[in-house]
């Protein structure tokens, strides 16, 4: 069984920076496409950015430009670095491995894991 966890979250002011990290146990991340998905205190959960297998990445357009999306395979883990955040980006953050790599839509294919909580104070 996947089991996705998520860390880094925070509190930062507006405009600070902040990374988040996602691990798994039982599944190599090197092998899948993995996004980073948020969800906003009365908000669908959305997908904001996705690593394929390789190096392509695709951002949502409200975090293109500020967020970074990268992976290393050798620990196992994919980072979401963030910069110039907003109030707006205040969310709990989590990855899981979307359906499709290129697909902003994309459906997750496992658990959630608890993903972790990033507040941002204007």
């Known amino acids: 069984q996947v089991q996705f966890a998520e860390s880094g979250g925070g509190s930062v002011q507006a405009g600070g920076s902040l990374r988040l990290a996602c691990t798994a146990s039982?599944?190599?991340?090197?092998?899948?496409?993995i996004g980073w998905y948020r969800q906003a205190p009365g908000k669908q959960r959305e997908l904001v950015a996705i690593?394929?297998?390789?190096?392509?990445?695709k951002y949502a357009d409200s975090v293109k430009g500020r967020f970074t999306i990268s992976r290393d395979n050798a620990k196992n883990t994919v980072y979401l670095q963030m910069n110039s955040l907003k109030a707006e980006d205040t969310a709990v953050y989590y990855c899981n491995a979307p359906e499709y790599w290129d697909r902003l839509d994309a459906r997750p294919l496992h658990a959630w894991g608890q993903g972790t909580l990033v507040t941002v104070s204007s």
């Open positions: 690593i394929s297998s390789g190096v392509i990445t």
């Open positions: 039982g599944f190599r991340l090197s092998l899948a496409a």
